[in-house]
């Protein structure tokens, strides 16, 4: 049945920023439909578990901070001492931070950079071995739409660039891995109601217009994200690699 292929039972799936909104909600529907699944993040863990446990989710959590060098490393080593096997890894973890481009500085542009773009290259590195061992693995990254076009309001030109950047990875990894098993897929999601765009959407001058150019007026929910992160991280498509996924409401068609 075409329904088993979007089962993930005996898979080992990390996520790395976890703990709430999409991370979270990712971690739930890969639990749900069977991974064991570890979540990580630089904070605590006490509402994730909450959410995970009350939806029967087989999960862990170790505490990580992607923005250090060998926190990707760190991460897999534990994972695969504690599980024996890693094959889902979903980089999740980011920041985003807004500004006029005259007055960023070195350290918010390296600040934004070092998680959003070196940290998902180290993990995405330090997730081989342990796939390459098994023959197979899946990587997802999560970009942005903010990755494929400048979005306004707001000016983020380091958000934007971090963004194109983790696109531009997955389908560089995907290629150079393709014939090894390994298969690498982002997704770019639009406005999504999470604690990171709460700020914008209370915003009265910059939420009329995310929703005006959204041509479904509205804000997606981390759970539609989700949907389509099983989708990407499930035997249901196999055959799909180096794709970014867009789930924008329809904002990147005007």
Same mark, same amino acid.
């Given at each position: 049945m075409i329904l088993e292929k979007f089962r993930l039972d005996g898979k080992v799936a990390v996520v790395t920023g976890g703990t709430r909104g999409i991370g979270l909600a990712i971690a739930k529907a890969l639990g749900e439909a069977g991974?064991? +699944?570890i979540i990580s993040a630089r904070t605590s863990a006490s509402e994730a578990a909450e959410v995970l446990t009350n939806a029967n989710v087989d999960f862990e959590f170790i505490e990580a901070d992607m923005r250090e060098e060998g926190a990707a490393d760190e991460l897999t080593r534990r994972v695969i001492k504690r599980m024996g096997r890693l094959d889902i890894l979903v980089n999740n973890a980011? +920041?985003?931070i807004h500004g006029d481009s005259g007055d960023f500085d070195d350290e918010t542009w390296r600040k934004i950079m070092s998680l959003n773009v070196d940290a998902v290259f180290r993990s995405c590195r330090a997730a081989l071995a342990p796939m390459r061992a098994q023959g197979a693995g899946v990587i997802l990254n999560i970009g942005s739409m903010s990755g494929i076009v400048?979005?306004?309001? !707001?000016?983020?030109v380091a958000y934007n660039s971090s963004k194109a950047a983790v696109h531009m990875m997955t389908k560089s990894l995907a290629s150079e891995l393709a014939l090894e098993n390994i298969r690498v897929?982002?997704?770019?999601p639009g406005y999504i109601e999470t604690d990171m765009s709460r700020g914008g959407i209370e915003n009265p001058d910059w939420f009329p217009i995310w929703r005006d150019m959204t041509p479904m007026g509205r +804000?997606? !929910?981390p759970d539609e994200v989700a949907a389509a992160?099983?989708?990407l991280c499930s035997p249901a498509s196999s055959y799909v690699t180096g794709e970014v996924l867009v789930i924008d409401g329809g904002y990147t068609t005007r």
């Open positions: 991974a064991r +699944v980011g +920041v985003a400048s979005n306004i309001p !707001q000016n983020q897929n982002a997704m770019a +804000v997606g !929910q992160a099983l989708f």
